[in-house]
């Protein structure tokens, strides 16, 4: 199939593959109120809660959540040498975080929000149904003998580029379950790795994370044993990420920074299939209301988000239907064809995306590295250009005029840092290597 995008300033960028900012003409203040969505801000309530309910049990399963009383946080971290390498100096570019998800416990990257989760909440599900977990009962049971004989007869199985499938494996191996991770092509070697010795079965499949996705479906289907986690529908994933901006809101705030509609937020968040940065754009929309404007950022050959909203088709478009090619170093974010759920739901809700070039992600990781010592993988730099784009891009100047945000002194920008504390050394050395030569 072969798609025609729509006339745009950003479309002659995206065909050809070059670094641009895509701003959404269909972007609404109030859209998280949309009762049509499949998604209510009470379900991030919902969320919140469970992760609540579950965090005894989690500080158990994972002895390194014992300080945090068994929640899944990151830090917020201020640039300070970092901004200067990044040439974000001026005044006009405000405050610029950074969102630390790269260093969360339990799975080296955002995929801990997700994945955990879903695992953790399907676990309680099944606990309860099968007369294992009483109302009153103590939630730490599902780490007993006597739950683990039943998760060890269920399989959780699901499709991945890597990041996903680390979370999922370690979350369900943790619980005593059969894990199944269906690896596209671009997932590293490391990841397998480090799933195979967790007593994960990994399917290595020679296609892309669609097919990937596919595969585990149909796997998945009709067997009552396998509960398949669905990174192109599930909601609970989505769920999983949301609450997220209830920590970066207790974050800003404890640090006295203002969100308001004279001190607006900006995040930057990486995008594969959507669910991750969705999920937070969801959650960010329902605590920060229309003071918060939020970008997906994407490779330049895997901007799937991008070409599919900017398409305005009702079916989905995938990057392979306009002439890219899909190829990434970026392992996380190599997805061709966005997810159909996150699309209805960002619709009106995500302010743009603006897509990067692998050579820039290396750069980033290693002044993220040399500067400020944090530590990243190629997906999880990809933030670091939306500043620039909000304040230099017309694009982004245009939006700023559009909805009126005349002092950008006063915004706070945070770029979502999604994963590398997981990354092995030799790996990392060589990313580092690979941008030095640059
Ligand atoms: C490091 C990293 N960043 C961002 C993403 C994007 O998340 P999603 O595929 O949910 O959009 C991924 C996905 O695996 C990832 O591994």
Not at 53 to 70: H, I, K, N, Q
């Amino acid at each position: 199939m072969t798609i025609h995008l729509p006339a745009n300033p950003a479309r002659a960028d995206v065909l050809a593959a070059r670094p641009t900012l895509w701003c959404n003409p269909e972007y609404r203040t109030g859209a998280v109120s949309d009762t049509s969505l499949p998604v209510r801000p009470s379900h991030v309530d919902e969320a919140q809660a469970n992760w609540s309910r579950l965090a005894p049990l989690l500080e158990t399963c994972f002895p390194e959540l014992e300080a945090s009383r068994g929640a899944i946080r990151s830090e917020l971290i201020e640039l300070t040498t970092l901004r200067d390498a990044l040439g974000y100096r001026g005044e006009q570019f405000g405050k610029v975080f950074v969102k630390a998800d790269s260093d969360l416990p339990v799975a080296g990257s955002i995929k801990a929000r997700g994945g955990v989760y879903e695992v953790f909440v399907f676990a309680e599900q099944l606990a309860t149904q099968e007369g294992l977990l009483g109302k009153h009962d103590d939630i730490r049971k599902l780490a007993g003998q006597e739950a683990r004989a039943l998760f060890s007869t269920y399989t959780i199985a699901v499709g991945s580029t890597g990041n996903l499938g680390l979370s999922v494996g370690i979350a369900a191996r943790a619980l005593g379950f059969n894990a199944t991770v269906h690896m596209s092509a671009d997932a590293k070697a490391w990841k397998v790795e480090r799933l195979t010795k967790l007593g994960v079965e990994v399917v290595q499949h020679e296609a892309d994370y669609t097919v990937a996705v596919e595969n585990a479906r149909v796997v998945a289907d009709g067997d009552h044993s396998i509960y398949f986690v669905d990174d192109e529908q599930s909601r609970q994933l989505f769920l999983g990420y949301s609450v997220a901006a209830y920590e970066l809101s207790d974050q800003l705030r404890a640090r006295g920074v203002p969100v308001d509609a004279d001190y607006p937020l900006f995040l930057y968040l990486p995008c594969g299939i959507g669910g991750a940065p969705g999920g937070v754009t969801y959650g960010a929309k329902k605590v920060f209301g229309d003071n918060v404007h939020c970008f997906f950022v994407e490779p330049v050959q895997s901007p799937c988000a991008l070409v599919h909203m900017m398409s305005g088709s009702e079916d989905l478009v995938s990057v392979y239907d306009v002439g890219l090619t899909n190829r990434t170093e970026a392992d996380g974010m190599a997805v061709a064809r966005m997810s159909a759920f996150v699309a209805t739901v960002m619709r009106n809700m995500l302010a743009g995306v603006f897509t990067v070039a692998d050579n820039d992600l290396f750069k980033w990781l290693g002044l993220a590295h040399s500067t400020q010592d944090i530590r990243l993988e190629p997906s999880a730099t990809a933030g670091f250009a939306g500043p620039d784009f909000l304040v230099n891009h017309p694009a982004g100047k245009r939006f700023c005029q559009q909805w009126n945000i005349t002092n950008l002194e006063n915004a706070t920008h945070v770029v979502w840092t999604t994963g590398g504390s997981f990354v092995p050394q030799e790996q990392y050395e060589s990313f580092l290597e690979q941008a030095a030569r640059l």
